[in-house]
């Protein structure tokens, strides 16, 4: 029977060993090497990069931290510039300008803004002095 041990199966198999007469080891990657004395499957859980009953499959590589669901493998998080359940879709910077295009955008507009504004006051004061200098024209004579 598996899971035990003896003559009349009245031993259970020691912690790490599962299955027929226990000989089987317990996956490397279950945590604690840790798992089910009759099926091997890990029931603590895998260790970080691995999934699978028996936590022998490893986690898609564009995982963060290379961590992923134990069941149905998704990703927790995805490395940036990737997305999916399996972070296999590289994302593209197509749906708009970044937050830093707009803060440089931003800063030129007011940049070319006050540098118009005070070349408009520039024209304004050569006009005022120009103005004055010049005498003041005699009545029209017909």
């Not at 004395?37 to 590589?61: A, I, M, W, Y």
């Amino acid at each position: 029977m598996p899971g035990y041990l003896g003559d009349f199966c009245d031993n259970e198999c020691k912690p790490g060993t599962w299955g027929e007469d226990c000989k089987s080891s317990c996956g490397a990657n279950c945590i604690e090497t840790s798992c089910n004395r009759h099926t091997g499957f890990c029931d603590q859980g895998c260790v970080k990069g691995f999934h699978g009953n028996t936590c022998s499959l490893p986690c898609p590589e564009k995982c963060e931290n290379r961590e992923c669901d134990r069941v149905d493998r998704s990703c927790l998080k995805c490395l940036p510039g990737y997305s999916g359940p399996l972070c296999d879709q590289v994302i593209t910077q197509v749906q708009g300008v970044s937050e830093r295009d707009k803060i440089i955008i931003f800063s030129m507009g007011v940049g070319v803004g006050l540098i118009s504004f005070m070349l408009l006051l520039c024209v304004i004061c050569m006009c005022r002095a120009i103005m004055r200098k010049r005498p003041v024209s005699e009545t029209n004579r017909c």
